[in-house]
């Protein structure tokens, strides 16, 4: 059989695979360096700190592991969150991430290497990106072969994507949970190929590490129930899928079960009864074929159809009357969003104020997985050709995270693992056909295989006398790489020449080049910033660092009396408790909607309502961030609408959402606002002095490029206690009582020497006519 | 030890010898025309005669300031200039209310006049009568003009003394808003009202035919107030300077009955100036029944014992001593709204202390134990302490329970169950298993 190009002949299949797996660790190590390398740009281009807002609170928490062991972390009160609520922590958080940095911790200083906590959580993310990639490399293996793995494991070590979630400082759940659910699902299918109760234990235990780790663990909790279900009704099942399920199921719920917060869920929501009812069902499957195994075919039909029946009827009507009893909780609104997306903003609209909850935008498909994007139908195409088990979970998998990723931004990330995997196997498919130095023997024998009349045996027999001519070296490194039946199914179908192979091959690796570069830039520039200081640019081109939160945060943490109580919109709560130390009202938790509407009441009412609410939670200060000097269009006047709609669902009376909008239905703060919106605290938060820094001239907010009215907002409840260096964040001092027991507006009045309207007496006689 | 016990009598027989009496300082301002300053040396001489420190000072004066350093350079004012228009730059209607936030009392004396006193006194809740309408009455038939009305003291009062003659007054009188810190001293007499010196009874016939609408009348006027503000300081309005004069001191209201004046003016400056009626929270601790350190966190449904030691300033000797004599007090635990308000009655045997135990309530939260007494007259006693509840903690609950013996039933036998079959598996003859229970059996 001719070669496109000349092969070495002198090698041993020993060495072949020896340099082949050598080669194979290499490049995971390197992928493992690149995954770990790309993720390091927050770090170089600002500094090792946590990012974002969630990670804050993980951070905080670790610290208090970290610093007074697990046993006091369990049973951590935290009475300066939703104050005075405050948080049972041990209770309402997945404690493995901190639990993973503590055991990180205690480790290293065993060792006595004095690693700084903060360290080790800045640099969880990418250490676990690594092991992602090496869980993804075992997963594609168990699809494909261990090219494709390699592949996939290059992917997703630098995909965007994934990258989002895990750059360094990002020390949030998701960190550690994608390495959890890639390997939990590469046990499942382990376990499922081999049908071995170790695997199935073994995907148990990841399981509940999951659990432990991410909320998004019930992901996983229907996933392998629908591969389950989707196997028996394809008519596949086996004992091996049996065992695999049994153990997961049995060990897995029961571990999970020991996880605080998720308590008895398992066994009595409705996000968890797929995985009980597919268990049922398994042991109705075996039962029914022990059944059959035992009894004729006749009686058999008959009895399974009673049977089928009677189960089911019972099993339909044992749900509803649970759920309908309530030992099942209904499904949650969480869940229901990802059906209908319009559902949260009508009825949760806390759940629809957070932006990675929206629908996904069409252009972040391709921001996030560039060309794996249009790869990744091509690999679950690939899937079908084959369709072994682990196939079809593949394409399940593909089917559910993709709708998932499609309702939801942040789902985005569930599906970049199976984008990878896909692509990666319909990549190493197309370079397998193009590398693969075999070419055809004849022209005329490769149309008449094209043919439909083509008889396939002379074919196989031409083909396996081909087989061994081609000289032990080729197949071995083809073996070696592929190691799919390729002696049973030689080609027939190869190409032909160097200039093909070459000009796709390059085109391949061109797609590859240009994806790094991609990935590269996206990290660099849309991912690593890490939002609690902001970068801009000079004129001459230079950074500039914008650290107006920290500024204020440490003003707070230097200038107020430690039980001051800092209230703020929600999305502030974990940085201010993380870096000014300061009790918070609410913060991202968001489990107590009440409070928070309270917070969003408060923010949009007027100062006189305002004001009882904030003196009944002993706030002492407000915070609000203001972008409208800067231009920073995160800022709370752009949030104002979301604590408007929140309050409006705790109190439909007294605020309503079209009030903050002029009568031609436009959100404006000019001139033309709404009174409501004028006399609204944010408003006069935000505006408060905004107009004399601008000297008389005209005041300008950049984020909404309008006019603010030259006569500013005046507070008599609050007094200015500290604007940062570019009015990003405000702090206003909430006064207390007056002396005189006046209102405040009035004594505000008199302080400024204005005077007062004669009273009469009040005449307590009804007049005589 | 022993230089402790000099020192403290020491400073007792120091006190004794200069009959200090206030809780707050001795020094006083009196910002008093020059020219009147004679008129009251009764009543300050009975000051001077108690140990206070008088400072005169006209109205228009520029020392000595009334705060030095942003520090109030005195512990009291008078301010008997009723009928002066401008003040020093340093004496304003905000700069008094500044004082008054930093701790200082007031005495003002009103006139019928115009005054920026008069206008501060709108701040305080006092509705004062159209300017140049003095009180007028007609009774008791007397020699004096209407506008000298001699006025008895209302029967029971915490301020004035009991058994207080009649007091001579003169001046404005004025009505009270709905303000709660408010503490009415003397009330004008049900037979007067508010009128033009002149006007006289007309006034009476045009209100009557309003049906009294507008008619600054009767008992509900008062004509000395006093003014207990949040942060402790006290202020009292007196309708007239002329109470506290030589003049009214040394009238008689009848033949051989001295006027009650000087009595009233001490009795006044006494509560103005934080001698009676004077109440402080000296301690408040918390701890568990059965316990005596003070917790962090309680955790819900504990015992809770709360104590407080409250005392009342001693004029006569001028110390703080033990005071039992509250009975109304309550204690509240609160999280947002009270989950507890419960009596915090006296201690018998153990003077001072209040004492109370309870049971936190089943909800965790951050509480406070708020005392929160205000009593007219009284100062206010407020006293707030945070404290965490928390839910028990992983090992705080009941270890076993009767109610779980169905699960324990059921683990038990579950275990015995396979312990039972892997013995039967072990021992029992080797052959081939069903393929399904095999599996599950690994």
Redesign the interface.
Same mark, same amino acid.
């Given at each position: 059989m001719p070669t496109a190009f000349p092969l070495p002949s002198d090698l041993s299949p020993a060495t072949v695979s020896n340099t082949a797996s050598l080669l194979r660790i290499v490049a995971l190590s390197l992928i493992s360096g690149a995954a770990i390398a790309s993720r390091l740009f927050a770090v170089i281009n600002f500094e090792s700190i946590i990012h974002e807002f969630d990670p804050w609170f993980n951070y905080r928490a670790t610290r208090v592991l970290a610093a007074k062991g697990f046993y006091e972390f369990w049973n951590w009160f935290d009475p300066t969150a939703w104050y005075p609520l405050g948080r049972v922590v041990g209770g309402t958080v997945y404690p493995g991430l901190m639990a993973t940095s503590g055991v990180i911790y205690s480790f290293l200083h065993a060792l006595n290497l004095p690693v700084d906590i903060r360290n080790i959580c800045v640099m969880l993310a990418p250490g676990f990106s690594a092991l992602t990639a090496w869980a993804t490399y075992m997963f594609t293996k168990e699809m494909k072969d261990e090219s494709a793995g390699l592949l996939a494991a290059a992917f997703i070590g630098i995909v965007p994507g994934y990258i989002s979630r895990s750059v360094a400082g990002s020390y949030d759940n998701e960190a550690i949970a994608i390495f959890l659910l890639m390997f939990t699902f590469y046990c499942w299918i382990k376990a499922l190929k081999l049908g071995s109760a170790l695997f199935g234990t073994l995907a148990a235990v990841f399981y509940f590490y999951m659990v432990a780790a991410w909320g998004g663990y019930v992901f996983i909790t229907n996933m392998i129930p629908l591969h389950g279900l989707v196997l028996i009704l394809m008519g596949r099942y086996t004992s091996r899928l049996y065992v695999a399920y049994s153990s997961w199921y049995v060990i897995g719920t029961l571990s999970s079960m020991q996880v605080p917060f998720v308590g008895f869920q398992p066994v009595s929501t409705s996000e968890h009864m797929a995985a009980l009812g597919v268990f049922g069902l398994l042991q109705i499957v075996a039962f029914t074929q022990l059944v059959r195994s035992h009894v004729s075919s006749k009686q058999f039909q008959d009895l399974l159809f009673v049977f089928a029946v009677t189960t089911g009827i019972l099993g339909g009507v044992a749900f509803v009357g649970l759920t309908y009893t309530g030992s099942i909780a209904p499904w949650t609104g969480r869940f229901y969003s990802l059906w209908d997306t319009g559902y949260a903003k009508k009825h949760i609209p806390i759940i629809a104020s957070v932006s990675e909850h929206q629908p996904t935008a069409w252009p972040s498909f391709f921001m996030d997985l560039q060309f794996l994007i249009f790869l990744f139908p091509a690999g679950v195409i690939l899937c079908f050709h084959q369709l072994r088990d682990e196939h079809v979970f593949v394409i399940i998998y593909a089917v559910m995270a993709s709708y998932f990723a499609g309702v939801m931004v942040r789902l985005m990330l569930t599906l970049t693992p199976v984008v990878c995997v896909a692509s990666a196997v319909a990549f190493s498919s197309l370079l397998d056909t193009y590398v693969d130095a075999a070419e055809p023997e004849h022209a005329e024998e490769s149309s008449e295989a094209a043919a439909p009349s083509a008889s396939k045996k002379a074919k196989k027999a031409a083909a396996q006398a081909a087989a061994p001519d081609t000289g032990s070296t080729l197949t071995d490194i083809a073996a070696a790489a592929t190691p799919t039946k390729k002696g049973e199914k030689p080609k027939t179908k190869a190409i032909y020449g160097l200039d093909t192979r070459l000009a796709i091959i390059m085109n391949a690796f061109g797609m590859l080049a240009f994806f790094v570069f991609h990935c590269t830039w996206a990290t660099s520039n849309a991912y690593s910033s890490p939002s609690v200081v902001l970068a801009s640019t000079n004129a001459d081109g230079s950074q500039h660092i914008i650290d107006d939160f920290r500024e204020a945060y440490y003003w707070l943490r230097q200038n107020t009396p430690e039980t001051a109580v800092v209230m703020s919109w929600w999305d502030y709560g974990y940085q201010i408790a993380g870096m000014a130390d300061r009790p918070t009202l609410v913060d991202n938790n968001t489990w107590n909607n009440t409070h928070i509407a309270t917070v969003g009441k408060a923010m949009s009412s007027s100062e006189e309502v305002a004001y009882p609410i904030l003196r009944k939670h002993d706030v002492d200060y407000v915070l609000v961030i203001f972008g409208g000097l800067l231009g920073y269009s995160g800022d709370d006047i752009n949030k104002f609408l979301w604590m408007v709609r929140i309050a409006q669902g705790v109190w439909p009376e007294e605020i309503q959402e079209p009030n903050y909008f002029t009568p031609q239905g436009e959100y404006r703060v000019d001139d033309m606002a709404s009174p409501a919106m004028k006399n609204s605290l944010m408003y006069k938060m935000s505006y408060y002095r905004f107009s004399e820094l601008f000297g008389g001239g005209a005041a300008t907010d950049r984020v909404r490029n309008q006019q603010v009215p030259k006569v500013g907002p005046t507070l008599d409840y609050l007094d200015e206690a500290y604007t940062t260096e570019n009015w990003i964040v405000r702090i206003y001092e909430v006064r207390k009582e007056d002396l005189l027991g006046r209102d405040l507006k009035s004594a505000n009045a008199f302080a400024l020497g204005k005077k007062r309207k004669r009273s009469k007496p009040v005449s307590r006689r009804r007049a005589i006519v | 030890m022993l230089s402790f016990y000099t020192f403290i009598l020491f400073f007792l027989s120091l006190s004794g010898l200069l009959h200090a009496k206030s809780s707050d300082g001795d020094s006083v301002l009196v910002v008093v025309e020059e020219a009147h300053k004679k008129d009251f040396t009764i009543f300050f001489d009975g000051l001077k005669e108690q140990g206070y420190d008088l400072t005169f000072r006209a109205p228009k004066d520029e020392k000595p300031v009334v705060v030095e350093h942003d520090v109030p350079a005195f512990s009291h004012i008078i301010l008997f200039a009723s009928e002066s228009k401008n003040f020093a730059k340093d004496i304003t209607? @905000?700069s008094l =209310?500044e004082l008054?936030?930093g701790g200082t009392n007031l005495l003002i004396a009103l006139s019928q006049k115009q005054t920026p006193l008069a206008?501060l006194a709108?701040?305080?809740?006092l509705?004062l009568p159209p300017p140049g309408t003095p009180l007028v009455s007609f009774f008791p038939e007397r020699e004096d003009p209407p506008s000298v009305i001699p006025i008895a003291a209302p029967a029971s009062s915490l301020i004035l003394s009991p058994g207080i003659a009649p007091v001579w007054f003169s001046g404005v009188a004025h $009505?009270l808003?709905?303000?709660?810190?408010l503490v009415p001293i003397l009330n004008a007499p049900p037979e007067s009202f508010a009128a033009d010196s002149e006007g006289g009874a007309d006034v009476l016939v045009d209100a009557t035919e !309003? /049906?009294?609408? /507008?008619l600054?009348a009767g008992s509900?006027l008062s004509v000395a107030t006093g003014?207990q503000? =949040?942060?402790g300081?006290r202020v009292t309005w007196v309708g007239g300077v002329d109470m506290f004069s030589d003049k009214f001191a040394k009238k008689e209201i009848s033949k051989g009955v001295k006027s009650g004046n000087v009595e009233f003016g001490r009795d006044v400056a006494a509560w103005t100036f934080q001698e009676s009626l004077v109440l402080r929270i000296d301690s408040t601790t918390h701890h568990l029944v059965n316990s005596t350190t003070p917790l962090e966190?309680y955790t819900t449904n504990d015992n809770i014992v709360y104590t407080a030691e409250i005392s009342r300033f001693n004029p006569q000797t001028s110390t703080w001593q033990p005071y039992s004599g509250i009975t109304d007090m309550q204690l509240e635990f609160t999280?947002?709204d009270p989950h507890i308000r419960t009596a915090l009655p006296a201690v018998p045997g153990s003077p001072g202390k209040y004492s109370v135990t309870f049971r936190a309530p089943d909800r965790?939260?951050?509480?406070?134990f708020v005392i929160n007494h205000k009593r007219k007259g009284w100062t206010h006693l407020h006293s707030s302490t945070?404290v $965490?509840v =928390?839910?028990p903690?992983?090992d705080g609950y009941p270890r076993f329970l009767s109610a779980a013996w169905p699960y324990y039933a059921g683990a038990i036998s579950t275990s015995v169950g396979f312990f039972l079959f892997s013995a039967a598996w072990l021992a029992g003859e080797s052959r081939e298993s069903? !393929? /399904?229970k095999g /599996?599950?059996a @690994?």
């Amino acid at each position: 059989m001719p070669t496109a190009f000349p092969l070495p002949s002198d090698l041993s299949p020993a060495t072949v695979s020896n340099t082949a797996s050598l080669l194979r660790i290499v490049a995971l190590s390197l992928i493992s360096g690149a995954a770990i390398a790309s993720r390091l740009f927050a770090v170089i281009n600002f500094e090792s700190i946590i990012h974002e807002f969630d990670p804050w609170f993980n951070y905080r928490a670790t610290r208090v592991l970290a610093a007074k062991g697990f046993y006091e972390f369990w049973n951590w009160f935290d009475p300066t969150a939703w104050y005075p609520l405050g948080r049972v922590v041990g209770g309402t958080v997945y404690p493995g991430l901190m639990a993973t940095s503590g055991v990180i911790y205690s480790f290293l200083h065993a060792l006595n290497l004095p690693v700084d906590i903060r360290n080790i959580c800045v640099m969880l993310a990418p250490g676990f990106s690594a092991l992602t990639a090496w869980a993804t490399y075992m997963f594609t293996k168990e699809m494909k072969d261990e090219s494709a793995g390699l592949l996939a494991a290059a992917f997703i070590g630098i995909v965007p994507g994934y990258i989002s979630r895990s750059v360094a400082g990002s020390y949030d759940n998701e960190a550690i949970a994608i390495f959890l659910l890639m390997f939990t699902f590469y046990c499942w299918i382990k376990a499922l190929k081999l049908g071995s109760a170790l695997f199935g234990t073994l995907a148990a235990v990841f399981y509940f590490y999951m659990v432990a780790a991410w909320g998004g663990y019930v992901f996983i909790t229907n996933m392998i129930p629908l591969h389950g279900l989707v196997l028996i009704l394809m008519g596949r099942y086996t004992s091996r899928l049996y065992v695999a399920y049994s153990s997961w199921y049995v060990i897995g719920t029961l571990s999970s079960m020991q996880v605080p917060f998720v308590g008895f869920q398992p066994v009595s929501t409705s996000e968890h009864m797929a995985a009980l009812g597919v268990f049922g069902l398994l042991q109705i499957v075996a039962f029914t074929q022990l059944v059959r195994s035992h009894v004729s075919s006749k009686q058999f039909q008959d009895l399974l159809f009673v049977f089928a029946v009677t189960t089911g009827i019972l099993g339909g009507v044992a749900f509803v009357g649970l759920t309908y009893t309530g030992s099942i909780a209904p499904w949650t609104g969480r869940f229901y969003s990802l059906w209908d997306t319009g559902y949260a903003k009508k009825h949760i609209p806390i759940i629809a104020s957070v932006s990675e909850h929206q629908p996904t935008a069409w252009p972040s498909f391709f921001m996030d997985l560039q060309f794996l994007i249009f790869l990744f139908p091509a690999g679950v195409i690939l899937c079908f050709h084959q369709l072994r088990d682990e196939h079809v979970f593949v394409i399940i998998y593909a089917v559910m995270a993709s709708y998932f990723a499609g309702v939801m931004v942040r789902l985005m990330l569930t599906l970049t693992p199976v984008v990878c995997v896909a692509s990666a196997v319909a990549f190493s498919s197309l370079l397998d056909t193009y590398v693969d130095a075999a070419e055809p023997e004849h022209a005329e024998e490769s149309s008449e295989a094209a043919a439909p009349s083509a008889s396939k045996k002379a074919k196989k027999a031409a083909a396996q006398a081909a087989a061994p001519d081609t000289g032990s070296t080729l197949t071995d490194i083809a073996a070696a790489a592929t190691p799919t039946k390729k002696g049973e199914k030689p080609k027939t179908k190869a190409i032909y020449g160097l200039d093909t192979r070459l000009a796709i091959i390059m085109n391949a690796f061109g797609m590859l080049a240009f994806f790094v570069f991609h990935c590269t830039w996206a990290t660099s520039n849309a991912y690593s910033s890490p939002s609690v200081v902001l970068a801009s640019t000079n004129a001459d081109g230079s950074q500039h660092i914008i650290d107006d939160f920290r500024e204020a945060y440490y003003w707070l943490r230097q200038n107020t009396p430690e039980t001051a109580v800092v209230m703020s919109w929600w999305d502030y709560g974990y940085q201010i408790a993380g870096m000014a130390d300061r009790p918070t009202l609410v913060d991202n938790n968001t489990w107590n909607n009440t409070h928070i509407a309270t917070v969003g009441k408060a923010m949009s009412s007027s100062e006189e309502v305002a004001y009882p609410i904030l003196r009944k939670h002993d706030v002492d200060y407000v915070l609000v961030i203001f972008g409208g000097l800067l231009g920073y269009s995160g800022d709370d006047i752009n949030k104002f609408l979301w604590m408007v709609r929140i309050a409006q669902g705790v109190w439909p009376e007294e605020i309503q959402e079209p009030n903050y909008f002029t009568p031609q239905g436009e959100y404006r703060v000019d001139d033309m606002a709404s009174p409501a919106m004028k006399n609204s605290l944010m408003y006069k938060m935000s505006y408060y002095r905004f107009s004399e820094l601008f000297g008389g001239g005209a005041a300008t907010d950049r984020v909404r490029n309008q006019q603010v009215p030259k006569v500013g907002p005046t507070l008599d409840y609050l007094d200015e206690a500290y604007t940062t260096e570019n009015w990003i964040v405000r702090i206003y001092e909430v006064r207390k009582e007056d002396l005189l027991g006046r209102d405040l507006k009035s004594a505000n009045a008199f302080a400024l020497g204005k005077k007062r309207k004669r009273s009469k007496p009040v005449s307590r006689r009804r007049a005589i006519v | 030890m022993l230089s402790f016990y000099t020192f403290i009598l020491f400073f007792l027989s120091l006190s004794g010898l200069l009959h200090a009496k206030s809780s707050d300082g001795d020094s006083v301002l009196v910002v008093v025309e020059e020219a009147h300053k004679k008129d009251f040396t009764i009543f300050f001489d009975g000051l001077k005669e108690q140990g206070y420190d008088l400072t005169f000072r006209a109205p228009k004066d520029e020392k000595p300031v009334v705060v030095e350093h942003d520090v109030p350079a005195f512990s009291h004012i008078i301010l008997f200039a009723s009928e002066s228009k401008n003040f020093a730059k340093d004496i304003t209607p @905000q700069s008094l =209310v500044e004082l008054l936030s930093g701790g200082t009392n007031l005495l003002i004396a009103l006139s019928q006049k115009q005054t920026p006193l008069a206008s501060l006194a709108s701040e305080f809740s006092l509705i004062l009568p159209p300017p140049g309408t003095p009180l007028v009455s007609f009774f008791p038939e007397r020699e004096d003009p209407p506008s000298v009305i001699p006025i008895a003291a209302p029967a029971s009062s915490l301020i004035l003394s009991p058994g207080i003659a009649p007091v001579w007054f003169s001046g404005v009188a004025h $009505a009270l808003g709905n303000n709660p810190l408010l503490v009415p001293i003397l009330n004008a007499p049900p037979e007067s009202f508010a009128a033009d010196s002149e006007g006289g009874a007309d006034v009476l016939v045009d209100a009557t035919e !309003k /049906g009294g609408e /507008g008619l600054w009348a009767g008992s509900q006027l008062s004509v000395a107030t006093g003014f207990q503000a =949040v942060g402790g300081g006290r202020v009292t309005w007196v309708g007239g300077v002329d109470m506290f004069s030589d003049k009214f001191a040394k009238k008689e209201i009848s033949k051989g009955v001295k006027s009650g004046n000087v009595e009233f003016g001490r009795d006044v400056a006494a509560w103005t100036f934080q001698e009676s009626l004077v109440l402080r929270i000296d301690s408040t601790t918390h701890h568990l029944v059965n316990s005596t350190t003070p917790l962090e966190q309680y955790t819900t449904n504990d015992n809770i014992v709360y104590t407080a030691e409250i005392s009342r300033f001693n004029p006569q000797t001028s110390t703080w001593q033990p005071y039992s004599g509250i009975t109304d007090m309550q204690l509240e635990f609160t999280m947002l709204d009270p989950h507890i308000r419960t009596a915090l009655p006296a201690v018998p045997g153990s003077p001072g202390k209040y004492s109370v135990t309870f049971r936190a309530p089943d909800r965790h939260g951050v509480f406070k134990f708020v005392i929160n007494h205000k009593r007219k007259g009284w100062t206010h006693l407020h006293s707030s302490t945070t404290v $965490a509840v =928390v839910p028990p903690r992983h090992d705080g609950y009941p270890r076993f329970l009767s109610a779980a013996w169905p699960y324990y039933a059921g683990a038990i036998s579950t275990s015995v169950g396979f312990f039972l079959f892997s013995a039967a598996w072990l021992a029992g003859e080797s052959r081939e298993s069903k !393929k /399904g229970k095999g /599996g599950k059996a @690994q």
